[in-house]
């Protein structure tokens, strides 16, 4: 009995560990975007600190991946971001061969990187400070896209291509 209890509230946890994650194809080679919601706090002025996951690159683990250019960016509307951590960038190589990763810009405004990857993914999780609901635009590779965090939290089915290429070094940063 006990054991059932056990694997029934592991199956619980990761549900709904799955409900906070979205997944969109970028291109036709196979590669895809996660986003996924992370931790939530509020801090003391009121404003909400939510962690977001991103992994992009060959998530599906399709055999015949290559070399993927994967430069991008993350740009809250309404608010501020800083990387928290970065998911396997590699360095110590030549770009071409997906080991030259960095971030080149880490806020306030928007969180801006390089990558490249052969047949593998890369990721971030960054901190967004904002004090009301904002669209959050997303640049991986060519792909141009946008989510949405309301009340500190990603909202589910969001993730949507955008047909605009957002400009985050033209935006002004307001509410961090």
Known sequence: MRRCITTLLILLVGLVGALRA???????RGNHLRVEQGDTREREDGKLVTEVHFAWGN??????????????????????????????FDTGGSYESGRDDKVIKDGPAYVAWRASTRGKTDGLTVRIVTDSDTPVHIKVGEWHGIFHIAEGRVVEGSLAASAVEYHPAASSVSGG
């Open 22 to 28: 979205m997944t969109i194809e970028i291109d036709n």
């Open 59 to 88: 998530l599906e683990n399709n055999a015949a991946a290559g070399f993927h250019k994967f430069n991008g960016f993350i740009a809250p509307e309404i608010g501020t971001c800083k990387v928290v951590d970065v998911h396997m």
